[in-house]
């Protein structure tokens, strides 16, 4: 069975630095674009970052962009998102989805994990 | 900034149908394809619909999915309870290579 399976989240001050994980298993990990989405508390599913199966491609939503950085390495079936100068804006939970989609046309997200609450607060 | 406009709410009857509508701002996602989203209370999204009308394994066909144009529209019968739950569409604009998600619609059986 396909799992996806964030951790890293937590309490941050605004300018600090936090790192997501997502451990993936049950599927050929490095065939698959990786991808992640966020929730604001009571708010509507926004997408944050996408990235290739050998990591050589990586897309960002405008409001990370310059902030957040995706990542992924095969070897250990993880996609990372390193977090930086981070908002009150950027709290939210945190959901790593995978891409079977092979063309950009096509995307979707086929499975989620549980999330990850990240919350920056002073 | 491209937008995916939802309804914020719609409901029916126990059995009834409803329909859910995404307009695009942009007639840059007109091209590609639509997916379609359903978040239970408290949990994960999950597909319901892809590639404006293909449903995954596992998802009855009492939901359907359609695009004309700029717009798409997710249809559910037969309503249930189990139903209740947030929806949100969701496409790749190739102008701004961003991914885009739906306002979202809350669907409430009466």
């Known amino acids: 069975d396909v799992q996806l399976v964030e951790s890293g989240g937590g309490l941050v001050q605004p300018g600090g630095s936090l790192r997501l994980s997502c451990a993936a298993s049950g599927f050929t990990f490095s065939s698959y674009w990786m991808d992640w989405v966020r929730q604001a508390p009571g708010k509507g599913l926004v997408w944050v970052a996408r990235i290739n199966g050998d990591g050589s491609n990586t897309a960002y939503a405008d409001s990370v962009k310059g902030r957040f950085t995706i990542s992924r390495d095969n070897a250990k079936n993880t996609v990372n998102l390193q977090m930086n100068s981070v908002r009150a804006e950027d709290t939210a939970v945190y959901y790593c989805t995978r891409d079977p989609a092979f063309r950009v046309l096509t995307i979707r997200f086929d499975y989620w994990g549980q999330g990850t609450l990240v919350t920056v607060s002073s | 900034q491209s937008v995916l406009t939802q309804p914020p709410s719609v409901s029916a009857a126990p059995g009834q149908q409803v329909t859910i509508s995404c307009s695009a701002s942009?007639?840059?996602?007109?091209?590609?394809?639509v997916s379609w989203y359903q978040q239970l209370p408290g949990t994960a999204p999950k597909l319901l619909i892809y590639?404006?009308?293909k449903r995954p394994s596992g998802i009855p066909d009492r939901f359907s999915g359609s695009k004309s144009g700029t717009s798409a529209t997710l249809g559910i019968t037969g309503l249930q309870t189990g139903d209740e739950a947030d929806y949100y569409c969701g496409t790749w604009d190739s102008s701004l290579s961003v991914y885009v998600f739906g306002t979202g619609t809350k669907v409430t059986v009466l």
């Open positions: 942009s007639s840059n996602i007109g091209n590609n394809y």
């Open positions: 590639d404006n009308n």
